[in-house]
Nanobody, 126 residues
Framework: QLQLVESGGGLVQPGRSLRLSCAAS????????IGWFRQAPGKGREGVSC????????DYVDTVKGRFTISRDNAKNTVYLQMNSLLPEDTAVYYC???????????????????WGQGTQVTVFS
């Protein structure tokens, strides 16, 4: 059983920070690229960031570049999304997802991913 569990969401004021975690069980995360996605009310699922299985390459949607940082700690079998300078438009349910391989590139297309977490709510307002 391959499972991903997100945590770290919450309610914060604009300009504050959150760190989301994506913990894997049932498989070794080292061999998987990870993507972070979000879905705001009434909107489709949007790719936010991704990281290759090797950790050598990352990608971000333009709206979060310079504010969000994706990283991985394979020893803890966990991937993180550090979110700084949060904006109200960042409000969404955030999901992490895994796909096997992708050692040299990654994708923010949700259709590329096979395993998904349950999501964690991030709400940004004053």
């Amino acid at each position: 059983q391959l499972q991903l569990v997100e945590s770290g969401g919450g309610l914060v004021q604009p300009g504050r920070s959150l760190r989301l975690s994506c913990a894997a069980s049932g498989f070794t995360l080292d061999w998987y690229a990870i993507g972070w996605f979000r879905q705001a009310p009434g909107k489709g699922r949007e790719g936010v960031s991704c990281i290759t299985s090797s950790g050598a390459s990352t990608d971000y949607v333009d709206t979060v570049k310079g504010r969000f940082t994706i990283s991985r700690d394979n020893a803890k079998n966990t991937v993180y999304l550090q979110m700084n300078s949060l904006l109200p438009e960042d409000t969404a349910v955030y999901y992490c997802a895994a796909t096997y391989g992708r050692g040299t590139d990654c994708s923010m297309g949700f259709y590329e991913y096979d395993y998904w977490g349950q999501g964690t709510q991030v709400t940004v307002f004053s």
